[in-house]
């Protein structure tokens, strides 16, 4: 049997990594400021992280939803406590695409609705209702277009209120900052204006913080800098560091009914380990305050090379560590030269952004190492 062909393989074997280094299978080392796609958050291999998934491993990796799993509820209280939102209610699962899935399956028990609103260049996930979100016809199998979404501008709050006053929207799906869409940021003005027409029509607002959030934009949602409270959050990604998890975090006004949510692998033993080894680090490190001084350390040195006029770059936007740098080039070249002689991994958006999306645990001078390299290859 060979492998289904769907990736576009960079020419390169990693073999294992530290911090915000990994080294190929012929020992050459590379700087990580893609973070395997957002997911290494605390960076890789942490000692503390090892001891306590080893520890699991030895103990017990697996039991199913059917018995009580302590660890899942000091995970909903410890993650309640670190982003501020410990009167929501906590669901496990495995991905982001099943996070956004449960979420809006959840918007519609709650409603009775089918219609979702979702921003144009929005990415949600590649099963059902989530890839319908996802605001790109080539991934949307005709199984999966059935008409339950409306594509907008984002930022555009009359485009968005015309539809919520039709009083028949489920649910509005939004990335507070967008990753594949090229990190376009969404305005405080505009969130709120949602929230209160959300509000008004009992429409649900979910906030998919699977790329933005968990500490990357600098705080611990991309959100919380909006000043709007979702009625749900979705997570993935950072929360396991590696280990495939995901969450739906629940407002007090959905009521849980049993059976109507389920899942046979989400938040097993092992996954809540790693959920819980990245949450001790997340504070004892500090690392959202990390993300958002480095963050901003290399927003600024990336603003800096665009004044002085150095090639290629047209923009710079981003919060914390989540970064896109909009190139006039297609990005191709750039990100082969940055990998294949600098020795740099970095993310990409559409044809011509590079997306940075370092472990949170970034430091000043693998920053100033990253920039200096870019600079060399954009001279
Ligand atoms: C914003 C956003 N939502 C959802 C997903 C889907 O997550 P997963 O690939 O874990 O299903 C992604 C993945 O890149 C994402 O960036």
């Keep these: 049997m060979t492998l289904f062909d769907v ?11 530290k911090a915000c280094r990994v080294w190929d ?3 050459q080392e590379y700087l990580d400021l893609y973070g395997g ?3 290494i958050s605390i960076g890789h291999c942490h000692p503390h992280y090892v001891q306590k998934m080893t520890e699991q491993l030895q103990k017990m990796s697996f039991y199913s939803n059917s018995v009580k799993n302590p660890l899942q509820v000091e995970l909903a209280e410890r993650l309640g406590k670190a982003c501020g939102y410990e009167d929501y209610q906590f669901f496990l699962i495995n991905s982001g695409a099943e996070a956004n899935e449960n979420a809006l399956k959840l918007a519609s028990f709650y409603n009775g609705r089918t219609r979702v609103l979702s921003a144009e260049k929005a990415f949600h996930g590649r099963t059902s209702l989530a890839v319908e979100a996802t605001a790109n016809p080539k991934i949307i199998a005709p199984i999966n277009a059935n008409g339950h979404v409306t594509y907008l501008p984002l930022n555009d709050l009359d485009a968005w209120r015309k539809e919520i006053e039709k009083d028949d929207v489920c649910a509005v799906i939004l990335e507070c900052i967008q990753g594949v869409g090229g990190i376009r940021m969404v305005e405080a003005e505009f969130l709120k204006g949602l929230r209160q027409l959300c509000d008004i029509h009992n429409t649900v607002l979910v906030c998919d913080e699977i790329q933005c959030g968990y500490g990357r934009s600098g705080k611990f949602f991309a959100h919380q800098h909006l000043g709007v409270k979702p009625d749900i959050i979705t997570v993935a990604k950072g929360i396991g560091n590696g280990f ?12 849980p009914v049993y059976g109507q949510l389920g899942t046979t692998f989400g938040g097993n033993h092992q996954a809540c380990a790693a959920a819980l080894a990245v949450l001790d680090v ?26 002085e006029g150095v090639k290629h ?23 082969n030269r ?6 740099v991994f970095t993310g990409c958006s559409g044809t011509n952004v590079l997306r940075l999306l370092p472990p949170l645990c970034l430091s000043m001078d693998e920053a100033d190492e990253f920039l200096a390299k870019l600079r060399k290859v954009l001279a």
């Design 25 to 27: 299978d012929m020992g």
């Design 282 to 307: 997340i504070e004892q490190e500090d690392l959202v305050g990390n993300a958002a001084r480095v963050g901003e350390h290399l927003l600024d040195g990336l603003r800096q090379m665009q004044q």
């Design 37 to 39: 796609h957002a997911v």
């Design 7 to 17: 990736y576009p393989l960079f020419d390169v074997t990693i073999d294992h990594g």
């Design 313 to 335: 770059i047209v923009d710079v936007r981003g919060r914390g560590l989540m970064i896109g740098i909009e190139l006039d080039v297609p990005y191709k070249e750039i990100r």
């Design 244 to 255: 495939p998890m995901g969450g739906v975090l629940i407002s007090p006004k959905f009521t």
């Design 338 to 343: 940055l990998l294949f002689d600098e020795h």
